[in-house]
T-cell receptor, first 115, second 118 residues
């Protein structure tokens, strides 16, 4: 079965510092996609960044980047220059060809940015 | 443009009653998904609709749960004979279909319906 694991239930970071949120996955499919979402306390799910398994470059979107290590099956989210508004729950998710296009989500990491 | 719209935003019901949750996806999005999120937990897949194809119901937890999508647009999730363990936030999402082997289209989520069964 395909599985997404986020081992950090909670993380703290000082404002303006960088933080890495871990995500590992387990799949035997060579083709898959990895997504990161942010869920603030308001509850909305906000798409942040996408990484395809065949992408040659690590994905970047503004202050968000993916540290994609295919051999280790990890896709860690790096947030640079943390801001107070980054405090939220962060979810890693995977889509693979056999999933009928649904996303399988990890359990999430609660990030708190300290002033 | 308008995002995914869900109604009601909050629903309190008594155990044993039926409830209907509505989702209006982004115009032009052919794929529609329902997820459930219990307090402090991740997202649990329930059901997926794609165009006119038969829905993928593999995530529905019991036969008390059903969903339909009329005219390829609005969807309704129905829970019959609600139980206290059905209390959760029900999230609807929609997406385009990229046509790639692994679809890179992100899911766009609504704000959810918070269901409380007393």
């Amino acid at each position: 079965a395909q599985k997404i694991t986020q081992t950090q239930p909670g993380m703290f970071v000082q404002e303006k510092e960088a933080v890495t949120l871990d995500c590992t996955y387990d799949t035997s499919d060579p083709s898959y996609g990895l997504f990161w979402y942010k869920q603030p306390s308001s509850g909305e799910m906000i798409f942040l960044i996408y990484q395809g398994s065949y992408d040659q470059q690590n994905a970047t979107e503004g202050r968000y980047s993916l540290n994609f290590q295919k051999a280790r099956k990890s896709a860690n989210l790096v947030i640079s220059a943390s801001q107070l508004g980054d405090s939220a729950m962060y979810f890693c998710a995977m889509r693979y060809p056999g999933s009928a296009r649904q996303l399988t989500f990890g359990s999430g990491t609660q990030l708190t940015v300290l002033p | 443009g308008a995002g995914v719209s869900q109604s009601p935003s909050n629903k309190v019901t008594e155990k044993g009653k039926d409830v209907e949750l509505r989702c209006d996806p982004i115009s032009g999005h052919t794929a529609l998904y329902w997820y459930r999120q219990s307090l402090g937990q991740g997202l649990e897949f329930l059901i997926y609709f794609q165009g006119n194809s038969a829905p993928d119901k593999s995530g529905l937890p019991s036969d008390r749960f059903s969903a339909e999508r009329t005219g390829g647009s609005v969807s309704t999730l129905t829970i019959q004979r609600t139980q206290q363990e059905d209390s959760a936030v029900y999230l609807c999402a929609s997406s385009l279909a990229s046509g790639k082997q692994v679809d890179n289209s992100p899911l766009h989520f609504g704000n959810g319906t918070r269901l409380t069964v007393t």
